[in-house]
């Protein structure tokens, strides 16, 4: 049930509406954009919805079971806030949507209609399809702890304990020489062993791709020179004098916990849980019944 204002109650009953839809997309990077199907530019609560952005939207699906609603928010490449470039580069992903109902003629009269988030993005040459779905798909994520081996704590988190932000586990480098698309020599690493990297993340701070932290697959080093190469190729490309700052990686065994961080007290494994070897074995009397990896 929504609750409408007075005003904007009384502006429905009068039969003739002055209504437009306009669209709030907050992206996981901290950018907040406004999009409206008005004619001209519309503002409330400190955002500007920017008029003909090529936004169009389907009927709002809902139902009273726990399905996941959703809506397709069809857009042509006619913003040059909405680029190819950012949907490649996962700028648009899970980002958080406001659906506004909005007298344009008053833009203090209006009511949200919905909540949500993007999902799946279609794209075409000319124009993209993203899908919004409602806030019943958080119920489908998996919640709580997994007993496994290896632990499932973040690094760096506060069941993890470790502060990331210490100079003995982060680094500022840059990139000298381009190896690939994803892998590439850098200075400013001298003072880490080979590996102290591999599986940690790597924030730009400078370049095309400034802002983005992308995890590395391994990191080799000879004489002062690192060279580190990325899970992902980013969809901007790495040039040379680009900036970064590189932390420390864990591969989530309890033997690296000890060794490279000294945080064994907040391991959150279970080590000598038995693995799948142990359950799928036979009966027999040679021993190794203990749980132990075999």
Same mark, same amino acid.
């Not at 009953?13 to 709030?24: E, I, Q, R, V, Y």
């Not at 958080?138 to 690094?155: E, H, M, P, W, Y």
């Not at 064994?264 to 190794?288: E, H, K, M, W």
């Given at each position: ?43 409330? +609560? ?7 952005? %090529? ?7 809902? %139902? ?10 069809? %857009? ?12 490649? +580069? ?15 003629? +008053? ?19 000319? $124009? ?8 019943? @798909? ?6 709580? =702890? ?20 210490? $100079? ?9 020489? &381009? &190896?690939? +698309? ?34 590395? &697959?391994? @990191? ?20 040379? %004098?680009?900036?970064?700052?590189? =932390? ?40 190794? @019944?203990?749980?132990?990896? &075999?």
């Amino acid at each position: 049930m929504k609750t409408l204002s007075a005003a904007l109650q009384s502006h429905l009953d009068d039969g003739t509406t002055t209504l437009a839809c306009c669209w709030k997309i907050s992206r996981s990077d901290g950018v907040a954009l406004g999009f409206t199907d008005h004619d001209r530019a519309l503002s409330f +609560d400190g955002i500007a919805f920017e008029p003909e952005s %090529g936004f169009a939207a389907s009927e709002i699906r809902a %139902g009273s079971d726990l399905a996941v609603d959703a809506q397709d928010a069809t %857009g042509v490449l006619t913003s040059d806030r909405i680029t190819e470039t950012d949907i490649l +580069d996962g700028r648009w992903d899970n980002a958080a949507v406001e659906l506004w109902r909005v007298n344009w003629a +008053d833009t203090s009269q209006r009511v949200l209609l919905r909540r949500g988030a993007v999902g799946q993005i279609r794209r075409g040459r000319m $124009a993209f399809v993203a899908e919004v779905r409602s806030l019943a @798909h958080v119920l489908g994520q998996t919640v709580g =702890r997994t007993f496994q081996a290896g632990c499932d704590a973040a690094l760096g988190d506060a069941r993890c304990g470790i502060d990331l932000e210490n $100079a003995i586990y982060k680094g500022a480098g840059i990139v000298t020489d &381009l &190896l690939r +698309d994803r892998a590439f020599m850098a200075s400013g690493l001298s003072g880490f062993e080979a590996g102290w990297f591999t599986s940690g993340t790597l924030t730009w701070t400078s370049g095309a791709i400034a802002g983005r932290i992308i995890e590395v &697959l391994s @990191h080799g080093l000879a004489d002062t020179i690192a060279t580190l190469t990325l899970l992902e190729a980013p969809v901007r490309a790495i040039a040379e %004098g680009d900036s970064f700052v590189a =932390r420390a990686g864990c591969d989530k065994r309890i033997a690296t916990c000890s060794a490279k961080f000294a945080n064994t007290a907040n391991f959150r494994g279970f080590p000598n849980i038995p693995g799948q070897d142990a359950v799928l074995r036979y009966a027999s009397q040679d021993g190794g @019944h203990e749980g132990n990896v &075999l």
